[in-house]
């Protein structure tokens, strides 16, 4: 009897120990999973990865999701000036300084190519924003895109791309 009560307990012990590795290994092959740059921006933004959901689905945060949203639509033209978009990020009111528009600017952009392009992030990232807001932010995204667009004729793409966000985000 007490040697089989010593097999369940050395069983159990086993077994606890293995979750802790498991776990351990999915932690550091979530954080080799993304580049330094990107990692440091999403601490700093508190973004946290989930392992058992797509990077886009693991967005807590409207306004980060917005801003992916405007990195994907700039994806689909020729990329503007370095720090037009970081500035209009904070112009929107999106981000409360440069540095944090800029930290969004890098992990959205990561979450663009987590999508496999701009144009399948351009569909992702609308769906996500109305789900974290109902659509409550469709004027300011469109407002955006297109003070975004204003300089340069916007592509075909973008102008699908438009039209497919105010689709997703059920606005006029």
């Known amino acids: 009897m007490p040697i089989t009560l010593g097999l369940i307990v050395l069983g159990m012990i086993v077994y606890f120990v293995l979750l802790r590795v498991r776990r351990g290994s999915r932690m550091v092959a979530e954080v080799i999973d993304m580049p330094t740059d990107v990692r440091t921006a999403a601490r700093r933004l508190g973004y946290k990865r989930r392992t058992d959901v797509h990077p886009v689905d693991g967005i807590d945060d409207p306004k980060l999701a917005q801003v992916a949203l405007t990195a994907a639509y700039l994806g689909l033209g020729k990329p503007p000036a370095a720090a037009a978009p970081s500035a209009r990020v904070v112009q929107h009111g999106m981000a409360r300084d440069i540095e944090q528009a800029r930290n969004m600017m ?3 952009h990561w979450l663009v190519r987590t999508c496999g392009g701009a144009k399948d992030a351009v569909s992702r990232l609308a769906r996500r924003l109305y789900v974290l807001d109902e ?9 955006m895109l297109q003070g975004l667009s204003k300089d340069d004729v916007p592509t075909s793409g973008q102008n699908a791309a438009q039209a497919e966000i105010r689709q997703a985000l059920h606005a006029a």
Request: glycine residues 16%; hydrophobic residues 60%.
């Open 106 to 108: 890098v992990l959205g």
């Open 135 to 143: 659509g409550a932010s469709a004027a300011c995204v469109i407002s």
